[in-house]
């Protein structure tokens, strides 16, 4: 069976090699490409892909959000997550988001090619280097005492906490942010189950205290 892959990178020449890379294999199709996160989201809904192998810094919609829009309305597709950065904000947070391997630019076009493989039989995948910095992060969550589980807010999250307790609704909030309304549900959602809140007074309360909003804006 043929691995259908959907490629997300603002960069046509990156795009061209990843092409030229992948279907060297006689196993695995490039389907579509997408030059931003919206055009990922939108391709992925019409084609249907395997997996999409996902640029993380792209104009518009990033690689990140676009994987957490994946999650809602294309959930059988997988991301392979690129970057040209070693860094750990955007290991954790695309890896929160939903990404099943997180690689970087300069790995070698074998390790892609094991990435997509290993993500297609529905396992996780991170590079080397990738590895020892995830191992880090672990061993600092054990340190301090915590557990990975505890997350904190994305700056997503933190961004669609700010329009809740100014007072707007989901559908308000999707308008803004070109996100739909189903996403902004599962963010309050996401976002509750974190922070252990039950209402959306809580939140309120919450982005009052951590100086998101004044209380005079409610």
């Known amino acids: 069976m043929t691995i259908r892959i959907l490629l997300a990178d603002d960069h046509q020449i990156v795009r061209e090699g990843l092409r030229l890379l992948i279907e060297r294999q006689p196993d695995i199709s490039v389907v579509a490409e997408a030059g931003d996160g919206f055009e990922a989201v ?107 589980g505890e997350e904190k807010l994305t700056a997503r999250e933190r961004e669609v906490l700010i329009h809740l307790a100014e007072g707007k609704t989901n559908r308000e909030i999707a308008d803004l942010l070109h996100l739909s309304v189903k996403t902004i549900g599962t963010h309050r959602q996401n976002m509750m189950r974190k922070l252990g809140f039950e209402t959306i007074a809580d939140l309120v309360k919450y982005a009052i205290r951590e100086g998101l909003i004044s209380s005079d804006q409610q």
Do not use: W
């Open 42 to 148: 939108a391709l992925a809904e019409s084609f249907r892909p395997d997996i999409v192998v996902m640029d993380i810094k792209m104009p518009g919609m990033d690689g990140i959000e676009a994987t957490e829009e994946l999650q809602i309305r294309a959930p059988e597709t997988k991301v392979v997550a690129l970057s040209m950065y070693a860094d750990r904000n955007f290991i954790s947070e695309m890896l929160r988001a939903g990404a099943k391997a997180f690689l970087l630019k300069d790995c070698a076009s074998t390790e892609l090619v094991e990435a997509i493989r290993t993500v297609y039989e529905g396992r996780i995948y991170l590079g080397p280097s990738v590895s020892k910095i995830v191992a880090r992060m672990y061993v600092h969550f054990v340190q301090q005492g915590t557990s990975p």
